[in-house]
């Protein structure tokens, strides 16, 4: 999947308007994740996830900055989170199905929001910027 | 996903045996899909997809001959199915979910024509294979 002109720029352009509050986005799609799929609790077994929780927030943090490091790299996704994509496939080892689950959980973040911000396409562009980075952190699984 | 040197021998060597039945493995896979999983007939209104039509395996040689292209290309995925791709994306936009599924019912087909040379690491091999055919062909999509 490749990612045109237009998307980048639809990218960068919402993740300019979430700016500093990423880490809020991502710890929001974390919980709306553990709480509309519950199987992904699976993979936090070590972290309270009640509502709230600052390991939540500290992971949500995680994620928000590797997105954020995604969009400045765009052109080269692959390259920017290339230590991440080794820890999934080596350790960590989320069945791929779980980044479309914590994507969808995102979109509908941003959608709350920034509902002005998310015409469909921007949300054309954000889902697949979400795809292609779920793609390169599973791509070295096998 | 990229296949390793092992991987693409693994396929090389699979399609060396497999090439002289192309046909029936195609017509066998395309009668598999369909039968078990009956929402992919959807695709083929204008088709008769009962046992041995000559329309399934007229269809089940396409298919075949298209992935033996694919594995005469391994190297360039992309280059080879170019046209199929931009087919798929604009013209025929089978739901990519349908892409697992057919793979899968090859994949049976190949293991029941060649359980000795289905190793688990053919199998393997097989799957990424199959995988990286089916993103090529549902890459252009959007």
């Not at chain 1, 995680?62 to 496939?89: M, P, T």
């Not at chain 2, 293991?111 to 799957?127: I, Q």
Request: with cysteine.
């Amino acid at each position: 999947m490749v990612l045109s002109a237009a998307d980048k720029t639809n990218v960068k352009g919402v993740f300019a308007k979430i700016g500093g509050q990423a880490e809020e986005y991502g710890a929001d799609a974390l919980a709306r994740m553990f709480a509309t799929y519950p199987q992904t609790k699976t993979y936090f077994p070590h972290f309270d996830l009640s509502p709230g929780s600052a390991q939540v927030k500290g992971h949500g943090k995680k994620v928000a900055a590797a997105l954020v490091e995604a969009v400045n790299n765009i052109d080269d996704i692959a390259g920017a989170l290339s230590k991440l994509s080794d820890l999934h496939a080596q350790k960590l080892r989320v069945d791929p199905v779980n980044f479309k689950l914590l994507g969808q959980c995102f979109l509908v973040v941003v959608a709350i929001r920034n509902p002005a911000a998310l015409t469909p396409e921007v949300h054309a562009s954000l889902d697949k910027f979400l795809c292609a980075v779920g793609t390169v952190l599973t791509a070295k699984y096998r | 996903m990229t296949l390793t040197q092992a991987e693409k021998a693994a396929v090389v060597a699979i399609w060396a045996k497999v090439a002289p039945q192309i046909d029936a493995i195609g017509a066998e896979s395309l009668e598999r899909l369909f039968f078990t999983y009956p929402q992919t007939k959807t695709y083929f209104p204008h088709f008769d997809l009962s046992h041995s039509s000559p329309q399934l395996r007229g269809h089940g040689s396409k298919v075949m001959n298209a992935i033996g292209e694919a594995v005469k290309n391994l190297d360039d995925l992309r280059g080879a199915l170019v046209k199929l791709s931009e087919l798929h994306a604009y013209i025929l936009r089978v739901d990519p979910v349908n892409f697992k599924l057919l793979s899968h019912c090859i994949l049976c087909s190949l293991a029941a024509h060649y359980p000795k040379d289905f190793t688990p690491e053919a199998h393997a091999a097989w799957d990424k294979f199959l995988s990286s055919v089916s993103s090529v062909l549902t890459e252009k999509y959007r």
